[in-house]
């Protein structure tokens, strides 16, 4: 047989790339201490194959949590033609963001600190999507005025820490978003 | 001349031990890292007199975190008459406290860790105090139904521990407690 030609190479080792990053997110939502070796055994790939990828731990951690921002960036673009409701639709997804991928969030930071420019860039780079969205929402009433994107977000990131379940925490949420809609000026 | 009789004696002591509680409530509204001499001077008594009343630090800040639970308690006592008005008055001077009382809260919690007493049963003390301040205000329409205590305090608790200043966190916190009277059923 003749070897594979360039371009099925390529996509051989695209698609172990992809299949490496799905295992990996899909064992870090339910644990943050997986090991590379059963990364590598749920991905169905060699351990070869998964260094050739990503060096380290922290390296695959890195590209999953910028997959993620990138994703809820994305997200922002999308919702960005609906105004108010797009800016809601958008902070459910910004929650779900927060929520499934806390556990990657913590490793990293174990790894970096809060001054590491994998968070900061992220954060802005969220913020930046997603003022749009807020500024659309408050100039067509349907959020209350004066609060800026970094406050809401900070709102939705304080509420998810709650250490209960989400149970216990999504009427929270529900009722610290449903307050973003009550007008400043008239409180009840 | 005689010496003052028990009665004047025991008042000096009693004021003493005010001052000194006075002085450290004082010194640590704006720094967690005041000296027990510090507080001695400040409140203009000897070291002696300072630590017959406090054995030692975490003494004395056990007693200030216990009176300032006492207030906080009481106040949800005298806001019981008034329905939802009341509760939302209360909530105001619950958020003070947490607010006012973080750094003796934040060095108790390095003496003791979260399972200690002192924090487990205030906790409890305040949610039963503050209670049947939520019942009434839900019964009246006037919080929405499908909180608990828990979770209103928790969502307080939760904002307040944004890092960031008054004039940053305050529009936050109206904003989420102002979601607690939208109605639960309807969403905008």
């Given amino acids: 047989m003749s070897s594979p030609d360039p371009v099925s190479r390529r996509s051989d080792a695209e698609r172990n790339r992809a299949r490496v990053l799905d295992a990996a ?6 644990a943050d ?15 070869a194959t998964l260094y050739r ?5 922290r ?49 990293l930071l174990q790894h970096t600190g809060r001054e590491d420019p994998v968070f900061g860039g992220s954060r802005d780079r969220v913020l930046v999507a997603a003022r749009p969205l807020l500024v659309a929402a408050q100039a067509d009433g ?7 994107i ?5 709102l939705v990131v304080s509420v998810l820490r709650i250490a209960q379940d989400a149970a216990y925490v999504d009427p929270i949420l529900a009722a610290a978003l449903d307050g973003l809609r009550v007008p400043s000026e008239v409180a009840d």
Same sequence: chains 1, 2.
């Avoid at 997110?25 to 339910?30: G, I, K, Q, S, V």
């Avoid at 349907?142 to 800026?148: D, H, K, P």
């Fill in 25 to 30: 997110r899909d064992a870090l939502e339910t």
């Fill in 33 to 47: 201490d997986v090991s590379m070796a059963e990364i590598a055994r749920r991905a169905g790939v060699g351990m």
């Fill in 53 to 57: 990828n990503f060096p380290d731990r």
């Fill in 59 to 107: 390296a695959l951690l890195d590209t999953l949590y910028r997959e993620e921002v990138d994703a809820v960036c994305a997200a922002a673009d999308l919702a960005g033609g609906d105004a108010g409701g797009g800016f809601f639709v958008w902070v459910a997804r910004f929650a779900e963001f927060v929520r499934g991928k806390r556990l990657i969030a913590a490793e």
């Fill in 142 to 148: 349907s959020v209350r005025a004066g609060l800026s």
């Fill in 150 to 154: 970094e406050q809401v977000l900070d």
